[in-house]
């Protein structure tokens, strides 16, 4: 068996407002200390101002290969976007 | 470079068997120019090929620490100190990075590690050179790292999604690093006469190790075709190291050091520099860990992973004694 530790996937705030993004991953034997490697690790130069860490093993992921069943139906639904629909000049903005 | 076919004598075959629907789908979307992610479909040879390749990358990055940590308590003052300091924590972090990537393909740190201890795995041959003087700082992090970027900026694009965006991110820090070294080069030029001798010398020394990172010559590199075929090379050797000397060239003209190389020429209608022949074999002797410095860079590095073991078991220790609290 491998004597690794867990790993962890890293997510970062750049700054308040925006989302958490994926950074990369850590190995740490606890939550604790992955958040503090994923600090040494992924934000030396403010980088962020908040890190989650998630266990790899945790994260249930959709299958690559049914991306066209699970993904596809969307892709002629085209009425969902704005540039659908075709107004007259005279509506300016809209 | 970093990578290089370094045991080139180990080129990984094709596997025979493979869905050719498969073969041609992955062919089709690397050919795209698209990107693969770990849970896609690969040909083992891919996955064997990448996993060489960003492994003695990461062992580079770790191992490269090395020659330059040794210089850290002699820095000549304290800004160069903390520079120098924080461009070494960089390297370790690029090893990091790196490590991660090759585990999305399936290989642990266990068994990278334990190549890299035991001698198995190769590194680029750059670090088994000793670092002599403080100028030696100033040409490994202008010559090496700057060798380095030549390299690892057309990998930003490679097709392996995970290590494209570790170049990604190691690119952003590493311009930082050739400035630092050049800072360091100019400050010695613009020195005293001894200074100016001692940053001489490093360039003499460093000049030619330095275009050997970039691998053996493209005749004598019989994968790289397959490579850039993948997308797991995108320029090579003999190009990037083409780029290397023609940007190199004139930055040690300002620095009024002179190029260790009596055969190297502007040529007009190239519109590059010819240079002399690189002596492989000396590259050779040193993959095959006859470099000046091979054993001392793996004693150092067993050396400080054998005394952080406590550190490591103190905190398995913790952690199962919290889960037994919390069974309880
Ligand atoms: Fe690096
Ligand atoms: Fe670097």
Redesign the interface.
């Known amino acids: 068996m ?4 867990p ?1 962890w996937e890293v997510f970062i705030r750049a700054k308040g407002g925006l989302d958490h993004k994926h950074a ?7 939550g604790e ?1 992955a958040v503090n490697h994923a600090r ?2 992924y934000t ?2 403010m980088e962020g101002v908040s890190i989650w860490v998630v266990k790899s093993t945790d994260i249930v ?1 959709s ?3 049914a991306a066209g069943q699970m993904f596809e139906p969307a892709k002629d639904k085209i009425y969902r976007h704005p540039t659908f629909y075709e107004l007259p000049d005279e509506v300016k903005h809209m | 470079m970093y990578t290089t076919e370094l045991d080139k004598s180990r080129p990984v075959d094709l596997q025979t068997g493979e869905p050719k629907d498969l073969v041609d789908a992955f062919e089709a979307r690397v050919a795209a120019d698209e990107f693969i992610e770990p849970k896609d479909w690969m040909p083992e040879a891919y996955r064997k090929t990448l996993i060489r390749q960003i492994s003695q990358h990461a062992h580079s990055e770790i191992i490269g620490m090395y020659p330059e940590g040794n210089w850290i308590t002699r820095a000549p003052s304290l800004q160069r100190k903390a520079i120098l300091l924080a461009k070494v924590q960089d390297e370790g972090g690029h090893g990091l990075y790196l490590y991660c990537a090759a585990e999305t393909l399936g290989a642990s740190r266990d068994e990278m590690v334990d190549a890299l201890h035991s001698g198995k795995a190769k590194y680029s041959t750059i670090f088994n050179y000793p670092t002599l003087t403080w100028a030696d700082i100033g040409a490994i992090g202008w010559l090496v790292d700057g060798a380095a970027i030549m390299n690892q900026v057309p990998l930003q694009r490679t097709s392996y999604g995970p290590y494209a965006r570790a170049m990604v991110r190691v690119c952003k820090e590493e311009s930082f690093h050739q400035r630092q070294g050049y800072s360091i080069m100019l400050a010695l030029a613009e020195g005293t006469d001894a200074q100016r001798r001692m940053a001489q010398d490093a360039l003499n020394r460093w000049w030619w190790p330095s275009l050997m990172m970039f691998g053996p010559p493209d005749d004598a590199s019989p994968n790289t075709e397959r490579s850039m075929r993948w997308r797991i090379k995108r320029e090579t050797n003999d190009e990037l190291r083409q780029k290397f000397v023609d940007a190199t060239v004139p930055q040690a003209e300002l620095l009024g050091l002179s190029i260790p190389d009596p055969d190297l020429t502007w040529n007009e209608t190239r519109g590059a520099y010819d240079f002399g022949d690189i002596d492989w074999s000396e590259f050779y002797a040193v993959v095959k860990g006859e470099g000046m410095c091979a054993k001392e860079r793996i004693t150092a590095r067993k050396k400080a992973w054998d005394d952080g073991a406590w550190v490591r078991e103190a905190a398995d220790a913790y952690e199962a004694k919290k889960q037994a609290r919390n069974v309880a």
């Open positions: 491998s004597k690794d530790w790993l990369g991953s850590v190995h740490a034997p606890d200390m040494d690790v030396r130069r992921s299958d690559p290969d």
